[in-house]
C-alpha cells in the first residue's frame, strides 16, 4: 500500500486498546495492528524513553560504537529467552531478523565445514515479505508472482489439526509430521523454520503436544538448526514470554519482532545460543539501522511495562476470556468451522460448510466483508486467506492488546459476532 490511500480513516490517537480517528471515531482494538501492540497505545513511559534516548544520541552505527541503551535492555531480556545464554542481534522488524537468522544458520555450517545451504520451511507459514523469508514461507498466494526468485527452501507440513492430513489423526499428528521433517532431511539441510504456534496465515494453530519435542529431537539428531520464529508469538501474546515455552523447547536460533516494542518504535530481535555465536566468529552481517540505540530503549521500556504489569500473565487470562467469549457467540454458527488458538493469539476459521469443511470461494471475499463490516461497527479485526488450499480459506484473527480489559473483550466478541451474522446471516 503506498501512501494517500483512499478510502482509509486517518488515525489520530489511541489509549490502551482503543484507537481514535480524525473524525472522534472510536475502534476497539481487536487485532494491536498486525498483532503488534502489547503493551496498548499511548503509553507514556515509552515515548519519554525514546524521546529521552534520541535527545542524548539518536543513532550510532552498530560497527563503530557499542551503547549503554542496548546493553541495558539486553541485560534486561536476556534472563526471559528460552536460552541459557543468549547473543542478540537487534534490527528493524521481523523480516530482517528472519534474514539475519537464515544467515546465521548458514554461517554456522560454514564454520564447521560444511556446505549445509538448505531451509526447510512449513507449508502455509509466514515468515516475512523480503526475498529470503519469503521463500522460507509457505503461503502461494504471496509466493507466486515471485517464484521465478525462490525455490532454495523446501516445505513440510504444518500442524494444521482442523484441516489434518495425518492418517491417524487426532492420534499421532505431532509423530507423523516430524517423520516427515525427517525423511526430508539430506546433507544439505541447514536448518528448520516455525512459528511455535501458526499465525496469521493458518490461523492460531496450535500444534498438538506431541509435535513440538519430535521435531526439536528430528532437528537435533540430523545436526539441523532449529530456528523458531516468535515474531508474532513472543513477548507475553501466547501467555507465555515465548511460545516455544509452551513445550518446553530450547532452539539454537529465535527470531521476534512486533511485541518487542509494541509498534513505538520498528525493532526486531534474531537470538542466538553461544554455540552458534562462538562458531561463526565474525559474522558479515548488518543493516544501517541494525543496533539502533532508540530501539533498544524503546523494546527495553516496552519490556518494564510488559513486567511491572504483569502482562504475560493477563494474556494467559484474557485469552482464555476471548476464547471463551468466542465460542460462546459463534460455536453453533453455520459459517464458523473451527475456534482456535491460544493467549491473546485466538482465530476463527470461516466455512461455507462445517460438516465438509468446504472454505468459501475466495471470489466471495467473506473474511474481507466480515472485517468490514467489524470496522463499520469500531472493531479492528486482522484477517488472512488461503489457509485451506492455498487459495481458498478465511480467517479472522484476533490479537488485542494484552492490556484489553474483561469489558472490552466481550464487546469484541459481540461485535465480531455481530459482523459475522451481518455478512453470514443468523
Ligand atoms: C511469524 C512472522 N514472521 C515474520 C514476519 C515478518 O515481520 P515484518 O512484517 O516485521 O517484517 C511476520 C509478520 O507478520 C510474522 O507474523
Avoid at 544458520?105 to 507459514?125: C, F, M, N, S
Avoid at 509494541?262 to 566468529?281: K, N
Wanted: with cysteine; aromatic share 8%; hydrophobic share 40%.
Amino acid at each position: 500500500m503506498f501512501t494517500r490511500s483512499p478510502g482509509l480513516p486517518r488515525a489520530a490517537g489511541g489509549t490502551g486498546a482503543e484507537v481514535f480517528d480524525v473524525d472522534g471515531r472510536r475502534y476497539l482494538d481487536g487485532s494491536g495492528g498486525a498483532v503488534v501492540t502489547s503493551i496498548g497505545h499511548g503509553v507514556t513511559e515509552v515515548v519519554d524513553a525514546i524521546a529521552e534516548q534520541a535527545r542524548r544520541i539518536a543513532y550510532a552505527h552498530g560497527t563503530a560504537f557499542a551503547s549503554k541503551a542496548l546493553d541495558d535492555y539486553a541485560d534486561a531480556l536476556a534472563p526471559l529467552l528460552p536460552f541459557d545464554d543468549p547473543r542478540i542481534y537487534p534490527v528493524s522488524g521481523g523480516s530482517e531478523a528472519v534474514e539475519t537468522a537464515l544467515k546465521m544458520a548458514r554461517a554456522y555450517h560454514l564454520a564447521r565445514g560444511e556446505d549445509r545451504h538448505v531451509i526447510i520451511g512449513r507449508q502455509g507459514a509466514y515468515h516475512g515479505n523480503s526475498r529470503g523469508a519469503l521463500d522460507v514461507s509457505g503461503r502461494a498466494g504471496l509466493r507466486m508472482p515471485y517464484r521465478p526468485w525462490l525455490g532454495a527452501a523446501w516445505h513440510t507440513s504444518a500442524p494444521y489439526e482442523y484441516r489434518c492430513p495425518a492418517p491417524d489423526h487426532p492420534t499421532g499428528c505431532g509423530a507423523w509430521h516430524a517423520g516427515r521433517l525427517d525423511r526430508m532431511i539430506t546433507e544439505e539441510v541447514a536448518a528448520f523454520i516455525a512459528e511455535p504456534v501458526a499465525g496469521a496465515a493458518l490461523g492460531a494453530c496450535v500444534p498438538p503436544d506431541d509435535y513440538w519435542p519430535a521435531v526439536a529431537a528430528v532437528c537435533r539428531q540430523r545436526g539441523v538448526l532449529l530456528i523458531v520464529d516468535e515474531v508474532m508469538t513472543g513477548f507475553g501474546r501466547t501467555g507465555r514470554w515465548f511460545a516455544c515455552e509452551h513445550w518446553g523447547i530450547r532452539p539454537d536460533i529465535l527470531v521476534t519482532a512486533k511485541g518487542a516494542a509494541s509498534g513505538y518504535w520498528p525493532l526486531g530481535l534474531a537470538v542466538c545460543t553461544a554455540e552458534v555465536r562462538d562458531t561463526i566468529g565474525a559474522f558479515v552481517h548488518g543493516f544501517t539501522y541494525s543496533h539502533h540505540p532508540v530501539g533498544a530503549a524503546a523494546g527495553h521500556a516496552v519490556l518494564k511495562v510488559l513486567q511491572d504489569q504483569d502482562l504475560v500473565a493477563a494474556a494467559e487470562q484474557r485469552g482464555r476470556d476471548l476464547a471463551q467469549a468466542l465460542r460462546d457467540r459463534l460455536a453453533d454458527h453455520p459459517a464458523v468451522g473451527d475456534i482456535r488458538g491460544i493467549g491473546l493469539l485466538q482465530a476463527v476459521e470461516l466455512v461455507a460448510d462445517p460438516e465438509s469443511k468446504k472454505p468459501f470461494a475466495r471470489a466471495d471475499q467473506v473474511a474481507e466483508k466480515v472485517v468490514a463490516q467489524a470496522k463499520e461497527s469500531g472493531l479492528l479485526v486482522y484477517h488472512s486467506t488461503g489457509c485451506a488450499d492455498g487459495r481458498d480459506g478465511d480467517l479472522l484473527l484476533f490479537g488485542p492488546p494484552l492490556v484489553i480489559t474483561e469489558t472490552q473483550v466481550a464487546e469484541l466478541a459481540d461485535k465480531a459476532a455481530a459482523a459475522i451474522r451481518r455478512v453470514r446471516g443468523r
